[in-house]
T-cell receptor, first 111, second 112 residues
Framework: GDSVTQMEGPVTLSEEAFLTINCTYT??????LFWYVQYPGEGLQLLLK?????DKGSNKGFEATYRKETTSFHLEKGSVQVSDSAVYFC??????????FGPGTRLSVLP | EAQVTQNPRYLITVTGKKLTVTCSQN?????MSWYRQDPGLGLRQIYY???????DKGDVPEGYKVSRKEKRNFPLILESPSPNQTSLYFC???????????FGPGTRLTVL
């Protein structure tokens, strides 16, 4: 079945550092790809998404590009803030299949 | 305010005692879903519903039941809870699975 693999955390960065969280996927069809974020004690919120190859999703300074050739959807941000500390989940939906989340990557940003 | 509500938020129960976790959304969404979140495993889909009276199994449906009699409600039923169902549960809704899912605040369940 479909699956999502994310880099293991936790990731600890200093404020204003560059962030990359790797995500790769396995799917039989043409999935939509998502990044969700979970702040402490809350439910998940959509951060960005992409629905087809070469699409770039972006929001709040975060970006991710749908790379079909490498089956990847890596999350990047040029300058992280303390308020970005959260757990980040890569996810996919393939038509007719279950919705699949990766295991999550915890990010801690230090002032 | 557009939202997904879940009740209860916290529940401690004993093995075998039937329980229901309610989920309601006010956004007229067709797609609703239940997930459980466990450390190191991310979120795993339990059941989902594409519309009223249409439900389907997710990746981990064993020990759970759902129903979708009305568009806004999607209760999760544990007929005979066991300790391995101790987890954090989230309900979510969206217009379709390719659209943004809105999540409830979560229900932390402990089965003793």
């Amino acid at each position: 079945g479909d699956s999502v693999t994310q880099m293991e955390g936790p990731v600890t960065l200093s404020e204003e550092a560059f962030l990359t969280i790797n995500c790769t996927y396995t799917a039989t069809g043409y999935p939509s790809l998502f990044w969700y974020v979970q702040y402490p004690g809350e439910g998940l919120q959509l951060l960005l998404k992409a629905t087809k190859a070469d699409d770039k999703g972006s929001n709040k300074g975060f970006e991710a590009t749908y790379r079909k050739e490498t089956t990847s959807f890596h999350l990047e941000k040029g300058s992280v803030q303390v308020s970005d500390s959260a757990v980040y989940f890569c996810a996919l939906y393939d038509y007719g299949q279950n919705f699949v989340f990766g295991p999550g990557t915890r990010l801690s940003v230090l002032p | 305010e557009a939202q997904v509500t879940q009740n209860p938020r916290y529940l401690i129960t004993v093995t075998g005692k039937k329980l229901t976790v309610t989920c309601s959304q006010n956004m007229n969404h067709e797609y609703m879903s239940w997930y459980r979140q466990d450390p190191g495993l991310g979120l795993r889909q339990i059941y989902y519903s594409m519309n009223v009276e249409v439900t389907d199994k997710g990746d981990v449906p064993e020990g759970y039941k759902v129903s979708r009699k009305e568009k806004r409600n999607f209760p999760l039923i544990l007929e005979s809870p066991s300790p391995n169902q101790t987890s954090l549960y989230f309900c979510a809704s969206s217009y379709s699975p390719r659209d943004e899912q809105f999540f409830g605040p979560g229900t932390r369940l402990t089965v003793l």
